[in-house]
């Protein structure tokens, strides 16, 4: 073996790497998905089980027209900011702490739409639902992106220019209290998340290097949040 070859950096592209740091690699990227979305879910239910929470959410959102445009700014801001983090190469904390702050990031902004819903039932029920749903999805786009090992990074261009679209739209429905965002958009957002996991998990095998699991698992998590968020609203709606 060369010298070269000895010291050769093991932290390359998962596709160029040995079949055993890659397998790692998949599971530790999934196993960290796994713990954000415990961690996500313990974390809501810690919220909204605090007495009166209803009250004080709405109070604060009902307060101006303008509070969820301020909430959006400041979720996409700590967005930026744990992705940042996450894909830190400072040290392995910092990508943590960026996992950890998009997680909190992610309960805030769900907090009223969990809270609606679950006053819509009375119960969990719908919440549940958009779950597993949502599970069910994610697991179908998982098994066709990791069997086909097909490269979707030619999706990017697309999801950036829908992510805009549909962030003007929203916008949109906030300052004039005539335009409102109907099932169909929420359709149409489920099939850009679709397209959201599709292409994390393709830059997860072609682009991702074998050290950058908590940057991949952070991926996956906002799309599984995007998709789980609209077929929540379509079955909200439904429910109406």
Do not use: C
Not at 82 to 108: H, I, K, P, T
Not at 154 to 163: A, P, Q, T, V
Not at 192 to 206: D, E, F, K, P, W
């Amino acid at each position: 073996m060369s010298l070269h070859a000895s010291y050769q950096n093991p932290y390359v592209v998962a596709a160029q790497a040995p079949v055993d740091a890659r397998a790692m690699f998949i599971r530790k990227t999934y196993a960290h998905l796994a713990g954000a979305i415990a961690a996500f879910a313990l974390l809501e239910a810690m919220i909204m089980s605090i007495p009166g929470i209803e009250d004080k959410v709405f109070g604060l959102l009902g307060a101006s027209r303008y509070s969820w445009l301020v909430v959006l700014g400041l979720f996409m801001g700590a967005s930026w900011l744990a992705d940042n983090w996450a894909r830190s190469e400072a040290s392995r904390g910092m990508q943590y702490a960026g996992l950890g702050l998009f997680v909190a990031a992610e309960a805030v902004v769900f907090l009223p739409l969990l809270l609606i819903a679950r006053r819509m039932t009375g119960d969990a029920s719908l919440i549940s639902q958009a779950g597993l749903i949502t599970g069910a999805l994610f697991l179908g786009l998982t098994f066709v992106a990791l069997t086909t090992r097909k490269d979707f990074s030619f999706l990017g261009g697309f999801l950036k220019i829908g992510g805009i679209i549909a962030l003007g739209m929203i916008v949109a429905s906030i300052f004039f209290q005539g335009f409102t965002l109907g099932i169909w958009f929420s359709g149409a957002m489920v099939l850009l998340a679709a397209g959201s996991v599709l292409y994390t998990t393709g830059n997860m095998i072609h682009h991702y290097r074998t050290d950058q699991y908590v940057a991949a698992s952070l991926g996956l998590f906002s799309a599984v949040a995007l998709m789980f968020w609209y077929i929540l609203r379509i079955l909200m709606s439904l429910r109406r």
